[in-house]
């Protein structure tokens, strides 16, 4: 049997619980590199993975342009990304397949308020209510700051809410921060939010038709060297234990509305 053919089984017993693959756990560490955006539901990934395998994942946070430069450099097995053109992107610096990319799950955006919704937030309208203090993603640095302008735009509502915004963040984390400390009363966020921070932060949902589902990729990195045991993270992560952890975090399994 390949190894390949080999791998695959032991998973599929990993995956039911059967048990830990001998040896595995003194391989060197799969190198992964991420968006923020996934952080909550990919650290607990992580741990329960190597709990079940005995193998290390060791993920580095961070925006596209230097997780490539760093994959480059460290020889990286994994990458993950919420933004639409992180598989393209990744192919012009020749680090991804053709068809190399794997669906672990969705983003969907939401207004997010901080917990008791002081300002009483029920719509996308409410954010250009006079006086409400309103925090953004920056779009130049991050795929929420570029989703949150085009649903603005398709509301037509970018100058009323522009008139409102105090604080932008550099990235979704940063967004969050803003409602932990209440620099802000609404921001546009991701649904996941409200389970990063349950007791300090809501959400409420937007219509179907503005908050569609956007896909996280994962991608087995061209310079991975062990990429069979990469795929088999990656195949974790869209197992049902793996969907599950990331529906724990807020995150959507499948694309419907």
């Not at 791998?7 to 590199?33: D, N």
């Not at 955006?37 to 709990?51: F, G, N």
């Not at 917990?115 to 130049?140: E, F, H, Y």
């Not at 069979?228 to 599950?244: M, V």
């Amino acid at each position: 049997m390949k190894r390949v053919d080999c791998l695959s089984a032991l998973f599929c017993l990993i995956a039911l619980g059967a048990m830990v693959v001998p040896g595995w756990s003194a391989q060197k560490p799969l190198l992964a590199f991420s968006s923020d955006s996934i952080r909550s539901a990919l650290d607990e990934a992580v741990r329960v993975y190597r709990q079940t395998t005995g193998i290390a994942v060791k993920v580095t946070y961070c925006k596209p342009k230097q997780a490539f430069v760093q994959a480059k450099e460290q020889k990286g097995d994994l990458f993950f990304s919420g933004r639409t053109d992180a598989y393209e992107s990744a192919k012009r610096e020749g680090l991804a397949r053709e068809g190399a990319q794997q669906v672990i799950g969705y983003l969907k955006i939401a207004i997010a308020v901080p917990k008791g919704n002081p300002q009483k937030i029920a719509t996308l309208s409410d954010l250009a209510r006079p006086g409400v203090k309103v925090g953004l993603g920056d779009p130049a640095t991050s795929q929420l700051g570029q989703v949150s302008e085009e649903l603005l735009q398709k509301a037509g509502l970018t100058d009323a809410v522009h008139r409102n915004v105090v604080a932008r963040g550099d990235c979704c984390s940063k967004v969050a921060a803003l409602l932990i400390s209440r620099k802000v009363e609404a921001a546009l966020g991701w649904a996941a939010f409200s389970k990063w921070a349950p007791d300090r932060v809501e959400t409420i949902a937007l219509p179907a038709d503005l908050a569609k589902p956007l896909p996280i990729i994962g991608l087995v990195l061209a310079t991975s060297q062990d990429p069979q045991a990469a795929a088999c993270f990656i195949a974790f992560l869209r197992s049902p234990e793996g969907k599950a952890i990331f529906a724990k975090y807020g995150y959507y399994p499948d694309a419907k509305p």
